[in-house]
């Protein structure tokens, strides 16, 4: 914690939410400086059980992570995506986290009351931090959205498919058709 008592890094947040009780069944981000807690639901577990059996297919396990931190650029960003694939011979940092750079593939399923994915500021830090193919799975609206090509803070590509649909991501870093038509909606 800085000096005057006020939290200033990512390490200081997580040292005061370690000592606060994260209700069961919620995990915690940090968002631009704010935490937010997000209730877990089975749907998104099937929806990333799903992406993690699809993605098996090509990658070994030690590759993929789910709920890990990952801290982003911006203004005090660290994320827990619901999956996310390392590149080949992926480090941890001294700190024990993984780098942004070695990620080449993230997915989230958003909560319930999340409105157009575009509107969140997870997508400016993910395309900032360069992360190559970065997943949104609406289970609500039932649409998934792939987001490629990173150039500053934003996307300059953008896919939406509607579940039932197959999500070419052939020539990007991820290099599969993810198939969407097994997602449950909310």
């Known amino acids: 914690m800085a000096a005057n008592g006020t939290t200033s890094t990512l390490d200081d947040w ?28 089975d749907t998104r577990w099937d929806i990333t059980a799903d992406l993690y059996d699809q993605l ?9 992570k789910s709920d890990v931190r990952l801290d ?20 941890r940092t001294a700190a024990g986290l993984w780098r942004c750079a ?18 969140s500021p997870k997508v400016a830090a993910y ?9 949104v799975v609406d289970p609500r609206q039932g649409r998934s959205h792939a987001y490629t090509t990173p150039k500053k803070d934003t996307y300059a590509v953008r896919l939406t498919v509607t579940f039932g649909g197959g999500m070419n991501l052939t020539g990007t870093p991820l290099d599969l058709v993810l198939e969407t038509g097994a997602f449950p909606r909310d």
Do not use: C, H, W
């Open 14 to 41: 997580f040292a005061l939410l370690e000592a606060m009780p994260v209700p069961q069944g919620y995990r915690a981000e940090i968002i631009e400086g704010t935490v937010q807690l997000t209730r877990r639901r």
């Open 56 to 64: 098996r297919t090509k990658y070994p396990r030690n590759r993929l």
């Open 72 to 91: 982003l650029p911006g203004p005090l960003n660290s994320f827990a995506p619901d999956l996310m694939l390392l590149a080949e011979g992926a480090e």
């Open 102 to 119: 070695d990620i080449e593939f993230a997915a989230e399923v958003t909560p319930q009351d999340t409105t157009d994915p575009e509107d």
């Open 127 to 135: 395309a900032e931090a360069g992360v190559p193919v970065y997943l």
